[in-house]
Structures are given as structure tokens and as C-alpha cells.
């Protein structure tokens, strides 16, 4: 079970970036997915979650202060989900982490992170 998260980088404030988390050794629908963020100093949190869509209603639930801004979809073919991330903030500068789980705790698959950093 891996997960390979990719499509981090330097952004001015209000521009954009997707970020992708392919997925290997196990199929993703079956899971809930998410999508959490370090910054400097602060604990991990949850920026976004994917209920799985074989046992649960696939909803996806976002962080408030990424609501309307952030969108989180999955590709079943390509078993990849992806972050779009709009209307970007200084705030949103983070490391941001693939996780097969909208929780953390032991059992967790994590994928490498990404560093998104939004700066003039």
C-alpha cells in the first residue's frame, strides 16, 4: 500500500495549484480518502475528506476555511484523487499529505508530502 502525492510548489496569493496522490496495492474507492496539512509549528489537520463510495454516500466534507476554494476528486481508472486548490492564501502555505483515512491514528497510509508555499 502506497501513496504518491505530487504538484506542490511556489504560488502568489489568489493563484492556483492541483495536487495529485496516486494510489498503489490497494484500490482506492474502497477507502476514505483525505487530504491533511502541516504548517510550521501547528498539528497536522484535515483539509479535506472523501467518504468511500462502495459502503458510505462518498460525500465530501472540507476544512471551513478552504470551503469554496478547494475541491477534492478522485479518478476511479487512474485510482488517483487530486486537490484543486483556488483562490490561494498565505494561510494555505503548508506541507500537504495524502492519507488513506479521515483520521489519524495507527493503520494510516500516508503518502511523502508536498510543500505548497503561496508568497509575493
Known amino acids: 500500500v502506497q501513496l504518491q502525492a505530487s504538484g506542490g510548489g511556489l504560488v502568489q496569493p489568489g493563484g492556483s495549484l492541483r495536487l495529485s496522490c496516486a494510489a498503489s496495492?490497494?484500490?482506492?474507492?474502497?477507502?476514505?480518502m483525505a487530504w491533511f496539512r502541516q504548517a510550521p509549528g501547528k498539528e497536522r489537520q484535515v483539509v479535506s475528506c472523501?467518504?468511500?463510495?462502495?459502503?458510505?454516500?462518498?460525500?465530501?466534507y472540507y476544512l471551513g476555511s478552504v470551503e469554496g476554494r478547494f475541491t477534492m476528486a478522485r479518478d476511479s481508472a487512474k485510482n488517483t484523487m487530486y486537490l484543486q486548490m483556488n483562490s490561494l492564501e498565505p494561510e494555505d502555505t503548508a506541507v500537504y499529505y495524502c492519507?488513506?483515512?479521515?483520521?489519524?491514528?495507527?493503520?494510516?497510509?500516508w503518502g511523502q508530502g508536498t510543500q505548497v508555499t503561496v508568497s509575493s
Open positions: 472523501a467518504r468511500n463510495i462502495h459502503n458510505s454516500d462518498g460525500t465530501t
Open positions: 496495492g490497494f484500490t482506492m474507492d474502497y477507502y476514505d
Open positions: 492519507a488513506t483515512d479521515c483520521n489519524t491514528g495507527p493503520g494510516v497510509t
